[in-house]
């Protein structure tokens, strides 16, 4: 099955549906067949409003898109019909079609959706609505992606569920659909597995901390040019339990020195936009101030921030103004990880430090947390945090595991 072209282009070069959707469609001819017919049409503006309604975050907008327009994509090459016009058998068959979608719809490495040509957004025919990966591990390792290696994980699937029911909702406010198939599909256990009750959380040791901080404390030293800045990230990220997203500038908002806030008792705090637009407050341990006096003073700045200071709080490599790609931050951490790993390895201690070789940005987040909730009451934890609820909060206090491990030791394979 011949592989279709992308339908929906970045938020960026999105105009406002709503309002400009003709003037718009004017544009798509690599889509004109669909489009000349009246209910492809009025599916296809319904799909644009419905995810350009999400257009505060980037990433929630990419997340929508992805699944809207698999279903446009199946419906209309595949089933040859309007999402408008499916019933709960064919999203249960669009389900399972995402589950092993066939290899031309398959790509190996990830690539943007349109391209400018000539002035004109163009569709790149090198898209695919699915990609395969190979784990961080596996990639080392020399293995690439291949397209029948492509698997939909269970967080995968569950989103799709919540995102076309949160579609078919919106269909339905707008009279274009008269029932939600989703929400009528009752035994969601054929697609969706019931996981262990908790899972244990992905972090890193103490040991594997202590060298992690002490390898970008050397780095700093001995390059403060270029990495300053990369230990104070580190302290962000598992002091703070920051998620990635919460250090860099995009369009909801740029983090600045302004954000950390003293009180009238004289205690330090950080605001953070958090997921959802929801703004927190996380407390300021004296380490954590510490490490910010260190790193304003390399910046040549006052120890503490001023009321409102507008100063960008994780400036660019190179130029003025703050930090926009995650991907930077990644690779600082991510050279973090390789030097620790290589220290341990050099000190004999290659057994204690595989984990290096895994970890991502976010095992920071859940170490600081991990640590924090033995020591400090939980819902101070949560508030820190932006748990929307303590069952999550809960995840990382690991005692459960460690007394229900401990009274296993002694079980006998052979009872006496």
């Known amino acids: 099955m011949k592989a279709p072209l992308a339908l929906i282009d970045n938020l960026d070069h999105l105009p406002n549906p709503f309002t400009q959707f003709e003037s718009y469609i004017q544009t798509c001819t690599n889509i004109a067949a669909f489009i000349d017919n009246v ?8 799909a644009l409003c419905f995810i350009y309604s999400y257009n505060g975050s980037k990433a929630t907008f990419n997340s929508y898109r992805r699944e809207v327009e698999r279903l446009l994509l199946w419906s209309w090459y595949v089933k040859s019909t309007p999402t408008t016009h ?23 490495k990830n690539v943007s959706r349109f391209s400018n040509t000539q002035g004109q957004r163009k569709q790149n025919p090198e898209w695919r609505p699915f990609v395969s990966h190979v784990s961080k591990m596996n990639f080392r390792n020399g293995d690439t992606p291949v397209q029948n290696g492509h698997a939909l994980s269970q967080a995968a699937i569950r989103a799709t569920f919540s995102i ?15 029932q939600n198939p989703v929400s009528l599909i009752r035994q969601k256990s054929k697609f969706v597995k019931k996981e262990i009750t908790r899972k244990q959380v ?16 050397i780095l700093a030293d001995e390059d403060p040019f270029m990495h300053e800045r990369t230990l104070f990230i580190m302290n962000a990220l598992l002091g703070m339990y ?30 953070v936009l958090s997921k959802g637009n929801k ?23 006052p120890d503490l921030p001023t009321v409102a200071e507008p100063t960008s709080l994780i400036p660019k490599n190179r130029g003025r103004g703050a930090m926009t790609s995650t ?37 920071l987040r859940h170490t600081g947390i991990s640590e924090d909730v033995k020591i400090r009451p939980k819902e101070h934890v949560r508030e820190d945090a932006g748990h929307a609820s303590m069952a999550t909060t809960d995840k990382y206090i690991d005692t459960e595991y460690r007394e229900r491990h401990a009274s296993s030791k002694k079980k006998k394979i052979r009872p006496d």
Request: glycine residues 4%.
């Open 39 to 46: 209910d492809y049409k009025r599916d296809y503006q319904l």
């Open 86 to 108: 499916l019933r709960r058998n064919d999203i249960e068959e669009f389900i399972q079609f995402c589950m092993t979608p066939p290899n031309d719809w398959i790509g190996l």
């Open 164 to 178: 076309l029911s949160s579609y078919y909702g919106f269909l339905m406010q707008e009279d274009a659909a008269q």
């Open 202 to 217: 992905r972090r890193i040791s103490n040991l594997q901390w202590d060298y992690v901080i002490e390898t970008a404390e």
């Open 242 to 271: 920051l998620r990635i997203s919460e250090l860099v500038a995009d369009e909801r908002s740029a983090p600045t020195m302004g954000d950390f806030i003293k009180d009238a008792d004289g205690n330090w705090w950080l605001k």
């Open 279 to 301: 703004e927190r407050l996380v407390a300021v341990s004296d380490d954590m101030l510490q490490a910010l006096t260190r790193y304003r003073r390399f910046r040549d700045l």
């Open 327 to 363: 991907r930077q931050i990644r690779n600082l951490v991510q050279f973090c990880f390789d030097s620790s790993y290589a220290r341990m390895c050099e000190d004999g201690m290659q057994a204690d430090a595989e984990d290096l070789k895994v970890a991502t940005v976010h095992w």
